[in-house]
């Protein structure tokens, strides 16, 4: 596709269940990164793709949470035993390299209830 | 550590209003400095950039200036129209340090 897509775009969930976060980066982007975007304050940093390996996992913010990715390709998002305060739009971005720009798909509302 | 600090919104303007979003950042190093904007139901784009002190970044009649002096960036537009309605995020990025640092984003709303 024409740019970075991510699914689902809402997903509500209950607290204690695993949740897996897609994202689609634009073809050829090598570098890949997710954000968490809590309701009233900016984006944080999550983890950081160059390929398959993530050289920068100093965002994540407990061992509930997780990534991985296939290549330079699909990248998933899990959060296990969601708590409420999981609650937020996760954003994926990607990007040629890592000082290029970097490219947003359009988030997925997580929402623990 | 690396920051970024925007004004709180909302704004509301009137159509043809001045805009100012007001931006400061504190970073180690030599930052490039972002705007980012996000319209209802899109993913964030990236509205302009200014690498080192005193350039200038421009697009879409929105303008904002690296002030080294004063660890500024802020955003300016001289008549906004309804479309501007939108969250604005200013953002920084260390050389050699990939991730974004974003401040909290301002939402403004253009009234016709």
């Known amino acids: 596709g024409a740019g970075v897509s991510q699914s689902p775009s809402n997903k509500v969930t209950e607290k204690g269940k695993d949740v897996e976060l897609r994202c689609d980066p634009i073809?050829?982007?090598?570098?890949l990164y997710w954000y968490r975007q809590r309701l009233g304050q900016g984006l944080e940093f999550l983890i950081y793709?160059?390929?398959?390996?993530?050289?920068?996992k100093s965002g994540l913010p407990s061992d509930r949470f997780s990534a991985e990715r296939t290549g330079e390709s699909v990248s998933t998002l899990t959060i296990q035993r969601t708590q409420q305060e999981d609650s937020a739009v996760y954003l994926c971005?990607?990007?040629?390299?890592?000082?290029?720009?970097?490219?947003f798909g359009p988030g997925t509302r997580l929402t623990v209830l | 550590g690396n920051s970024v600090t925007q004004m709180e919104g909302p704004v509301t303007l009137s159509e043809e209003a001045f805009l100012t979003i007001n931006c400061t950042y504190t970073?180690?190093?030599?930052?490039?400095l972002f705007w980012y904007v996000q319209y209802p139901g899109e993913g964030l784009q990236l509205l302009l950039k200014?690498?080192?002190?005193?350039d200038k970044g421009s697009n879409k009649g929105f303008e904002a200036t690296y002030r080294k002096e004063t660890t500024s960036f802020h955003l300016e537009k001289g008549s906004v129209q309804v479309s501007d309605s939108a969250v604005y995020f200013c953002a920084l990025r260390n050389s050699g340090n990939t991730p974004l640092v974003f401040g909290k984003g301002t939402r403004l709303s253009v009234i016709a």
């Open positions: 073809s050829g982007h090598t570098a």
């Open positions: 793709f160059q390929g398959n390996s993530a050289p920068d």
């Open positions: 971005a990607s990007s040629l390299g890592r000082d290029n720009e970097q490219f």
């Open positions: 970073a180690t190093g030599y930052p490039s």
């Open positions: 200014a690498t080192k002190a005193d």
